[in-house]
């Protein structure tokens, strides 16, 4: 009788050696990663950061520099979804997908909102003008209620009477 244990077979590369035992051989660790790797979907999450307030910026400010808020939100948009795409394909941390989404929705929404206003460019030009001469909260709620008007009645087949 032997008491040699069996030989077991020895893995091929060096990185299955680091995953815990219940790990998937498929799924990559962030520590599977080169450093370019993580430098440069840093610096694109960074510059998706810089549309998402630029875009913010752009809602706050006056009328014809809304449209700043417009292409800084698509832009992220675009931006969120390559970055979604890629984080996905090359199984990237979940750091940088939960960053590519929220950059999708945060831009999303300012992008969709900047849109609006500017359909509607003449009623946000006068809503615009009514808010900055409004004193009380009756002539700010005024302004909102005319602005809701104006904007119901650009749309064909909609009456802004109430």
């Known amino acids: 009788m032997s008491v040699t244990p069996p030989q077991q077979e020895q893995p091929r590369n060096s990185s299955e050696n680091s995953r815990p035992e219940g790990e998937k051989p498929g799924r990559r660790r962030a520590v599977d990663l080169d450093q370019e790797t993580?430098?440069?979907?840093a610096r694109f999450t960074g510059w998706l950061v810089v549309a998402l307030?630029?875009?913010y910026i752009g809602l706050q400010a006056p009328l014809p520099y809304r449209l700043l808020a417009v292409a800084a939100g698509f832009v992220g948009l675009i931006g969120g979804v390559v970055l979604l795409v890629q984080a996905i394909r090359r199984r990237l941390p979940a750091l940088i997908l939960v960053s590519a989404l929220a950059a999708i929705v945060c831009c999303g929404m300012f992008a969709a909102t900047a849109?609006?206003?500017?359909?509607?460019?003449?009623?946000t030009a006068e809503f615009d003008q009514c808010r900055a001469n409004a004193l009380t909260e009756r002539s700010m709620t005024q302004c909102y209620l005319d602005?809701?008007?104006?904007?119901l009645t650009t749309i064909p087949g909609m009456s802004g009477s109430r």
């Not at 602005?147 to 904007?151: A, N």
């Open 38 to 41: 993580f430098r440069r979907y």
């Open 53 to 55: 307030i630029v875009a």
């Open 115 to 123: 849109s609006a206003q500017v359909v509607f460019w003449g009623a």
């Open 147 to 151: 602005y809701e008007d104006q904007m």
